[in-house]
């Protein structure tokens, strides 16, 4: 790894090495699984022609309090819509610290009432909240879990846990270590956390799994100012630039849920938004203001995005796989 631009490369420091020699690890593990993937067809699961609408909630979530934020996800719900979809820690706040420990929640146990009972409400809607889960090893995991009629279906935990500017995520949360995919009414989903979707490997895969929607669920802080007319700060722009070409390049819809509010000092931008698989934003919600999207999926947006388009039926996971391990990146 080069740390400075002086013609020769520069040994980084140990604990970047380690880290860094953890991503690709994972990313090797990851790609081999996908190049094992049964059947012919490892990019085209079976998947239905209807279309899915999508909630997406983007809310300031009241920190430490997992009660009340359940209680306002719930009463936002829309009853026409199949998932909804949360910011980053929705039930517990970003800002949490050693907090963590009195949050974090045995997912593998019965969760508490108060979290399953008012979910159970929504009936068949799917609902992805953030949370804090408490591992089998008493190590609490930023997570991303999927519930439908009060049943846990999925739960993703963060990869990649930012240290850097305002952020000291790895002080409180440990690295979750897997990457998978999910059916959901026929669409085959992804589902990341915020710093997750700024690493291209995780996306990757994903990808090569055969996801048609990839969820991203965000506390994404606002940096810079811009007076666009539809952002407040200018990294959203980012944000957009990274949604837009993640869903041209794989043909695929990214739903990008953001919260809002302040925190520790830290300003959340919002503004949530929802691509088609050619790169286009369908809906934008405001900065800065909470506000609920609803967004219809259209099957044949997917199907058209990848036509004259094969990157993710062309790739080779293997091949990136075989590279990664004889470079021993």
């Not at 068949?124 to 846990?152: C, F, I, K, Q």
């Amino acid at each position: 790894m080069c740390t400075e631009h002086t013609g020769r490369a520069v040994r980084a420091p140990r604990a970047t090495r380690v880290l860094d020699a953890y991503a690709a690890a994972l990313l090797r593990s990851a790609l081999l699984t996908v190049y094992t993937f049964p059947g012919p067809d490892r990019h085209l699961p079976d998947r239905t022609e209807r279309n899915l609408r999508v909630g997406v909630h983007q809310f300031s979530p009241r920190r430490r309090d997992i009660q009340e934020n359940v209680r306002r996800i719930v009463a936002a719900a829309r009853p026409d819509v199949d998932i909804i979809i949360t910011p980053e820690l929705s039930l517990t706040g970003y800002d949490i610290r050693d907090d963590v420990h009195d949050l974090a929640v045995d997912l593998t146990a019965d969760a508490p009432p108060s979290v399953v009972a008012p979910l159970a409400e929504l009936g068949d809607t799917a609902v992805a909240v953030g949370m804090v889960e408490r591992g089998d090893d008493h190590v609490p995991y930023n997570v991303a879990a999927l519930w439908s009629g009060g049943e846990l279906l999925y739960v993703h935990r963060k990869v990649y846990l930012p240290t850097y500017g305002m952020f000291d995520e790895m002080r409180y949360f440990g690295r979750g270590r897997q990457l998978e995919t999910i059916e959901l009414f026929g669409w085959h989903c992804g589902l990341l956390i915020c710093e997750d979707f700024w690493h291209p490997g995780l996306v990757y895969v994903l990808a090569s799994r055969g996801i048609d929607v990839l969820f991203v669920m965000a506390a994404g802080a606002g940096r810079g100012v811009t007076d666009d007319g539809q952002r407040v700060f200018s990294s959203a722009a980012t944000w957009d630039r990274i949604a837009q070409t993640t869903a041209t390049l794989y043909g695929v819809y990214v739903v990008l849920c953001n919260r809002t509010g302040v925190e520790g000092g830290v300003t959340f931008a919002g503004n949530s938004i929802v691509v088609a698989p050619d790169g286009e934003i369908i809906a934008r919600a405001p900065a800065l203001e909470e506000a609920v999207l609803v967004a219809e999926l259209d099957r044949s947006r997917v199907v058209r995005a990848r036509q004259p388009y094969a990157h993710i039926r062309d790739d080779e996971p293997g091949f990136v796989a075989d590279l990664l391990n004889r470079y021993r990146v």
